[in-house]
């Protein structure tokens, strides 16, 4: 077989020459036909240099863009094995750290909320995240926020308890004040009526004989002073005049005490009728039983007209 030629074998054929053409002028013809197929394909081969070269340039940035992504990625999560335990620790130590914080915050709510406040949602709380040193740090992020949240609500009962507790002994102290205040404006009106009443009382006289001599001893022996000793003298002189025998014709009043009826007079003495002393002993005895002392006898008589 012989080799064929890489051409094809399709005869050439010559070129038809214009009758009267130069060969000068022949070759310069085929030239200038050539010309046009070869800028073409100039044309051709640069536009697909530009094209092969914007593609290129495409690629390239691409690659460059996919790089820096994943070099971002890689910096994002930690990818190295010893950032990635790095990572880890300082997970750990946080979780710790905020799951001691939360304890110790929790334990003194709960007990200041003795009496106070239901602790017992958080008192739950506390219990499990106790544990934390068990649990992983996602874990213990949650219980962490929950006992947080247990805790707040806590407080703001124990601080309400405080509240009324607060208003409960400022109201208890002010009516303590107003007691106190009334029974202070009582004692002074009490002791202004004593003064006015004791300006006014009478008093005994300085040697007195007699049946008032005899009741100013038994008033003494009573613990009575001499301020009792005049109202006794001034309320016996308007019943009786200190008079034994004295009797009241319409009501049987007797004695100088003015008993009624005289016979009362009987349980100081069977001589009532007659003896002084008995008379005075039977009186005072009334007098302090019904009025505590003369001068009350004395008041409420100047009041009422009797005693």
Not at 179 to 186: F, M, P, Q, R, S
């Amino acid at each position: 077989m012989q080799n064929q030629s890489s051409t094809s074998n399709t005869p050439v054929l010559p070129t038809p020459e214009e009758p009267g053409m130069s060969r000068r002028g022949r070759r310069t013809r085929r030239t200038w036909r050539r010309g046009p197929i070869i800028a073409a394909g100039a044309v051709v081969a640069v536009g697909a240099l530009v094209g092969s070269g914007f593609a290129v340039q495409s690629a390239v940035a691409a690659q460059n863009d996919r790089i820096a992504a994943t070099a971002e990625l890689s910096a994002a999560t930690d990818l190295r094995v010893e950032q990635l335990g790095s990572h880890s620790n300082i997970l750990e130590a946080r979780a710790v750290k905020a799951a001691e914080d939360t304890l110790s915050g929790a334990k003194d709510t709960i007990s200041a909320a003795k009496g106070k406040a239901d602790a017992t949602e958080l008192a739950s709380s506390v219990a499990a995240l106790d544990n934390f040193r068990l649990l992983a740090p996602e874990r213990v992020f949650e219980l962490a926020e929950t006992t947080s949240a247990h805790t707040g609500t806590v407080k703001s009962a124990i601080a309400k308890a405080d509240r009324v507790a607060a208003e409960k002994k400022a109201a208890a102290e002010a009516a303590a004040r107003a007691a106190a205040a009334e029974a202070a404006a009582a004692e002074e009106a009490a002791s202004n009526e004593s003064a006015s009443s004791g300006g006014s009382r009478p008093s005994g006289p300085a040697n007195p004989s007699g049946a008032q001599a005899i009741a100013r001893d038994m008033l003494a022996a009573r613990g009575w002073g001499d301020d009792q000793f005049g109202c006794l003298v001034s309320l016996w002189d308007r019943e009786s005049g200190w008079n034994v025998y004295a009797e009241n014709p319409s009501s049987g009043a007797y004695g100088i005490p003015q008993a009624l009826p005289g016979s009362k007079m009987g349980s100081a003495g069977s001589d009532w009728a007659t003896n002084a002393a008995t008379q005075i002993a039977w009186g005072l005895g009334y007098i302090s039983d019904r009025y505590g002392s003369p001068c009350g006898a004395w008041d409420h008589s100047e009041s009422n007209g009797w005693y």
